[in-house]
């Protein structure tokens, strides 16, 4: 048998063995064949959100007072349609995960849900400017709001996170996660969709943050690169499952600082205006107006 | 001279500078001109082997049991075409770096290796399959098994590392390590292809996390964000440079958890069913069914 | 009312708001209509510019002796008219935002400033050749010179970072933090454009590195993933706003190794020669061929 | 009042005029906000299908008999879907121009129609084979089947026109005419769908050539450029509308052969058989056998 | 010397002799080095104009009353932008090849000129709705005035004309010229920018007509395919070159009908109300109320 | 059965029938796998050519002297890689055609081919100018000698006779016909690359012009739109089909004019300085400097 015969033969297997029902389940593909929600769709809302919440700054450049409006309108109905979309298909995925067979009903309620969020897309971009704020006034390095908006990661990841948050507060499923997992993934910040973010909040550098799901965070929090706000542990249910949606990160008041690689855990509080040294391990409440450092370093061998 | 000749003129002259041979040789620009591995044709690789090994979640959104043998056909197809063409571009820049000049023979086995590596596509998934099912187990934030497929970069990593792992054993030159640098890229996790991982393995958030060429983790391990197993430190040879090859990372057994931001150094065993507090710094063996924390903060001015 | 009429009022009715004098101010959209810089342009610059500092490993990939000079001088070309238009939007961005209403003169200047640039690739070159040449002789699992430059993070924001530096010390306003922010989404290491960074420079793994805007890093200097260089804290001026420009980031001097995890803050200086070990927190100078460990980790429950 | 602000007034001026409510009507704007047929769409369909009924000519060029299914599977699986989609907006479009109110039912069709369609596809290969084989058999400069499927306009034409054809058949409105028209775009030749053409059908060069809705055509017709098939008059109904659908185009019986720039108007009868001569304008009916031919020039002056 | 060495010289003699001043200037390259008007450029600006002209059938699919005044907002700023872009280019090119050596204040005209010419599309706009209702109501085989805007090449060719006619008439170079031959590539159908046309004009399936430059014609006139409407000879200036802009094509009054491949030269009038046959020359006045038709075929053989 | 569920299987049914050997065989799908030309990879060579031919007119915009050939040197040497696979492909095809089982001594040759048409290259710009001119100087319309190369379908359609006819020439298959075939839908003008042309040679308008493979054409002539110059009959050889290569179509001399529709068929020739007016029907020799219209048209009833 020749070459080339063998090579059709390897392939040819492969494919069956990739096509048959059992491997097709490993890889849970669903057996109802809807269309899944779509990363490059999504991907497409959220820039169109950008252009609309920063007019000029990305997207068509050189927009002006007088023509704002009708990029903001085709932009808005844009979204429209792709999130309308996007909801009916994420409110299918998880009720099939669910194995209910009739969701006909939940679905038909996606373009009410879309209209819902782009009503709330004023407000966020109230607050996304107390963040650019936020940033402009605590970091000497910086030279105008403009240059904060185009590159500053924790724009872009607070972007992502209060569009994914008011999309977790309609209860549409899964969506909300995978916003925030592309600014995860350009970003290195990792905020889960349904944490609690005040106003005038600002990440520096931000590489390896984590701020985990049941998180509640005041106003004029700023955090350092590689800080994490996660669970020490979580309760399991009776089948050794974890139990699901209990508070189990922490609250952190107003006016706190946090500074690079501290790590956070557990469902406990840091106190207003209070201070956190890097690069140190925090288990337990701290009261108001604290300041925690690592223990000293020392000079010795063995690197 | 009129300020356009000026500029003409200065462009001319950075171009002969960066044309000429020396500083050309200074670029590393081989003189072969054969083509080079290209990125682009990995990433579509890497995407369509994601279509494969997930069917449904990525590509295509609508597949369904009836059809799904026709697109992983196609796909399988295309892999095979794009791989066969990058693995013989590897094998030849590796043969020209190393000053072989008949490479030819090594060149023809290309289409073999990729339908070697094709054939091994059904186990690949396999193994994914219980990385799903790690997360999905021990992540109490998580809905369903889509979400994780979806959303959580270890999936992403795994893929790539995996896919990496069968091609670097294969004696691929290269391209194993561009598709993990991808990975790393997208998700801030850099996993050598040469570390061997266990099935059912898991790394939650992950940013920053280190898993070094040598490495040897078990099953059933969990990482989480900015967890280093790397090397203290590597033999020279009589020339001073590092001797390739080495054992030098952490061999990590069953059911063990480090968590984040540990740094574990060194050819040393962490025992089973250990785990690792966040923050430490650990570079001697540990035995089995230990618990490592840092120590103490303390409460201090000076920040 | 019917249901298609109820969303066509509430898209209408946020469209105005978002349309509205008040919010668009909110947003910092500029009045004057004038293009604003281009992350998208700025992209593909970079991307020019990488295929003529690595002729053959991005882009086109069959390059050789014979043929590279057309390619460098196309490339070069279009960086020249890509790069001048960009260099004027920056200067015209950063005039408006200091009300200036007058930057006509000071955008003239821009293709001059281009050639300038371009001028410099040269020797960009050249040092870029350097940290290749670093990466190779520090680290046992790499094999070739050319798997520096497609697989290693370090080399991508290098380039990045050897570029914006050149743009910024030709005193082009925002135009080198975009770019460097770019390499900071592509690796997770964050280099400020302002440090300035000798030769033969290396970064393992790279993910969570901070070096900021008044760093001096000298020659043969390697670091770790996770290694922060920052400030400990910044002066304020009479309306509590920081003071720009002030040095207050690190000194580090020739043949420094700084390992994983290590924070150094504030305008000290790390001696020549010295090592600091990972996960330690330094806030004070260290003299020449020092070595500083973190304290040792101690076992114990509780986690 | 300065340049740019009269400018900006014009153009406003402009927006408010083209979006009134009368000046959209002018431009047939349909007001139930329904998505149209997307010419696009139609496009890629007809793209898939030339891909499925000459496979390896068309889009993946190196099929062969062991990996052709795969690919078919997935060009039909999605020729199903993008064909539904259009069948149902041409059938919503039909409606709505009917002043029809509910066209829900007839579009909920839309799937089964598609099927139906796709059913046909082999017989429509096996037309368009004897198409190709008619110009191989009766052009001395052709030198393979394989030109033919490239080269020929006619192949092109005709595999619009089948597809088309059997469309209408299936009564779905406006498609067929869409698709008709891009091949008339691309060859000059402009046939209605509506047209009956037996097998073994060949058009020479073809520029020009106009085949009417209401013609039948027999099997062996070969036709030259600048041929036209059309109609000389239609009665009109009481408003003096033309009234649709009588037959009113030529018959042509098998074996007729018409050269360029013949003109053959009416339904009148060419018998089997006949040869039409170039240049010439036939209103009557020609027995069999006939040979038709213009009257001979003459030399003269005056041009 | 080997193969490669001889290729190489080979290719390396080619592009010399290609860039040496002789060849460039065969080849009519200009010396001024400003950019040229771009046909992509321009391709997009009639693809935005025929969204503007009638929205919904081309671009965005489903405007509906209240969303349709964002998109015309967008697309007429969006023809703002690239079309004054396009005017300079044109003006530019005109004046160099004039040899002026200073057009910097006619090309300052760009954008009013753009505005003007956005001034007219409501007009233009009304005056296709006539070509539109021209159409519906002669041909037997139209099913609806959309059938008409998506399918009839006597759209696509009456819209890039009316706009290539108002763009002429503000005396732009170049550009109407470019225009109206993407029509001209698209549907056969060649008119002039200079010719005037009245409402209510009508072309059926159209491949080959042509409409000179000096063509004058009235409301309700209908033209089969391939009619020639042209120039019979024109007078040489002392030179022996063409007078440029003498009156020199026919003159076609109301309500004539000219049937397929009819050919009419030379600055003739048609009268009112006439009609010419099918494939007769024409090339004296015709008084109104005439029928002319060709002599009648004859059989016989010689073919 | 369930509505899905017949659809899925009207599907399947459909795929089977279209994958079976038979059908296949009816489609002409080769057995050997190998990749067949590309007809976008073929696209992409000529507009390279055009932008080589004609640098600033197409592609890039804005040459000059002094950059203008590294423009040319990379479209050079991309046409070159292109081309030479292009080449290998059309002459792989033309083997298995012909049954051939061992092509791979005459692909080999590709590159050179490749090679020595690109040597070509300047003589086929020359010519070209000389068609420039041609149109230039005979058409009072235009304005610039650039009006000719961006707006003239002639120069479209020379180009890319031009190129074909030294590929024919240097007896590569295939590829010849498929360039022409573009040019043919772009510009309704049939040239099969056979045809010789001499210099300075224009067509006017030129939809539905047609010239035969065979035909022989002086210096200075003129066409205008429709005219054919095709065989008027062919020998068939003992088995029926016709005889290939036998020169059939016209010789047409130096200085000849050619009007509008007129149909010249046979191996006739059409002395020098000869004018042939619109609409006749030609298939005897013309002496040299003759003039030949048709008769007299006479007005008349009945359409």
Same mark, same amino acid.
């Given at each position: 048998m020749n070459k080339n015969l063998i090579i059709s033969e390897i392939l040819e297997n492969s494919i069956s063995k990739l096509s048959e029902s059992d491997s097709c389940q490993t890889a849970y593909l #669903?057996?109802?064949g809807k269309p899944m929600p779509s990363s490059d769709s999504l991907r497409e809302i959220v820039n169109l959100l950008r252009e609309i919440l *920063? #007019?000029?700054? *990305?997207?068509?450049?050189?927009?002006?007072p007088e023509n704002v409006r009708y990029y903001l309108g085709v932009n808005v109905d844009k979204v429209f349609q792709l999130l309308s979309t996007q909801i009916r298909r994420g409110i299918c995925f998880a009720c099939r995960e669910e194995k209910n067979t009739n969701c006909k009903h939940c679905e038909d309620n996606a373009p009410e849900l879309a209209a819902e969020f782009i009503s709330r897309l004023p407000q966020i971009r109230q607050k996304l400017s107390t963040d650019v704020k936020a940033i402009f006034d605590g970091d000497p390095a910086v030279r105008s709001y403009g240059e904060v908006i185009y590159c500053y990661p924790t724009i872009r990841v607070m972007t992502n996170h209060r569009i994914a948050h008011e999309l977790l507060k309609l209860e549409i499923p899964l969506i909300p996660r995978i916003i925030s997992e592309m600014a995860h993934s350009e970003t290195g910040i990792d905020i889960h969709p349904g944490a609690e973010i005040g106003e005038y909040f600002a990440i520096d550098h931000g590489t390896g943050v984590v701020i985990g799901e049941t998180c509640v965070i005041g106003k004029n929090v700023k955090l350092y690169q590689g800080v994490t706000l996660g669970a020490k542990s979580f309760p399991l249910d009776e089948n050794g499952n974890p139990i699901k949606g209990i508070p189990r990160h922490p609250i952190v008041r107003d006016n706190v600082v946090i500074y690079a690689q501290a790590t956070v855990l557990g469902r406990i509080t840091i106190g207003e205006n209070s201070t956190i040294g890097g690069n140190v391990w925090v288990t337990q409440d701290v009261s108001p107006n604290s300041k925690i450092v690592q223990q000293k370093s020392t000079s010795g061998a063995g690197i």
């Open positions: #669903p057996s109802h *920063f #007019p000029g700054y *990305f997207g068509t450049s050189n927009l002006k």
